[in-house]
Nanobody
Framework: EVQLVESGGGLVQDGGSLRLSCAAS????????IHWFRQAPGKEREGVSC?????????YYVDSVKGRFTISIDNAKNTVYLEMNSLKPEDTAVYYC????????????????WGQGTQVTVSS
């Protein structure tokens, strides 16, 4: 059974840090692009970042996270991480990982599999 399981969310203060993990089972990340999306209350789900499992290239789709968030992959553990620093209240959302065959696009409709999400809450 294909599964993506996110973990690492929680409640932090403004300026704090969290590291999210996305662990895959039932398949490997080879030939997939692994995305992080987020959805804040009342807003559409948006692409945050993506990493190509084959060449390690990365993309960041939200200008406000550039320089603060870092996506990385451990292929041996079949796990992708999102290191989030200098968190702001506007980063509050449910964060989802998802995988898409081959390419990073940042588009929800392109994803093949989704995790269940993990809540990140940043208090001011």
């Amino acid at each position: 059974e294909v599964q993506l399981v996110e973990s690492g969310g929680g409640l932090v203060q403004d300026g704090g840090s969290l590291r999210l993990s996305c662990a895959a089972s039932g398949f490997t990340f080879e030939d997939y692009a692994i995305h992080w999306f987020r959805q804040a209350p009342g807003k559409e789900r948006e692409g945050v970042s993506c990493i190509d499992s084959n060449d390690g290239s990365t993309n960041y789709y939200v200008d406000s996270v550039k320089g603060r968030f870092t996506i990385s992959i451990d292929n041996a553990k079949n796990t992708v991480y999102l290191e989030m620093n200098s968190l702001k209240p506007e980063d509050t959302a449910v964060y989802y990982c998802a995988v898409q065959s081959f390419y990073c696009t940042g588009q929800t409709y392109e994803q093949d599999y989704w995790g269940q999400g993990t809540q990140v809450t940043v208090s001011s």
